[in-house]
Nanobody
Framework: QVQLVESGGGSVQAGRSLRLSCVVS????????LGWFRQAPGKEREGVAT????????MYADSVRGRFTISRDNAKNTLYLQMNNLKPEDTGMYYC?????????????????WGQGTQVTVSS
């Protein structure tokens, strides 16, 4: 079982940056696929980026590639999402998620552990 706690959300103007954090607590030392997702009101949950702990491989949604960076600090058991050049369409609740399979894609249906979310609001 994996526990995930997000933080770092807030309200910013377009063009600014935010860094989200997700503390990941696991009972085992197994490798995981970790991901960031977001959901705007009235819209489906969207995959933003993923990171697999076995290879440090990453994947990004087209909408954020080049602006967002996913990374992990092993010593702090923390997953990050650095978000630069934010746009109003980046507004939403951001969730950290995990699963223990080898494949690692930003598809919500693949993930079975979720955090409570942190709100990001970008104004124009």
């Amino acid at each position: 079982q994996v526990q995930l706690v997000e933080s770092g959300g807030g309200s910013v103007q377009a063009g600014r940056s935010l860094r989200l954090s997700c503390v990941v607590s696991t009972r085992t030392s197994s490798d995981y696929c970790l991901g960031w997702f977001r959901q705007a009101p009235g819209k489906e949950r969207e995959g933003v980026a993923t990171f697999h702990t076995s290879s440090s491989s990453t994947m990004y949604a087209d909408s954020v590639r080049g602006r967002f960076t996913i990374s992990r600090d092993n010593a702090k058991n923390t997953l990050y999402l650095q978000m630069n050049n934010l746009k109003p369409e980046d507004t939403g609740m951001y969730y950290c998620a995990a699963h223990s399979e080898l494949f690692c894609r930003p598809r919500a249906i693949d993930f079975n552990s979720w955090g409570q979310g942190t709100q990001v609001t970008v104004s124009s």
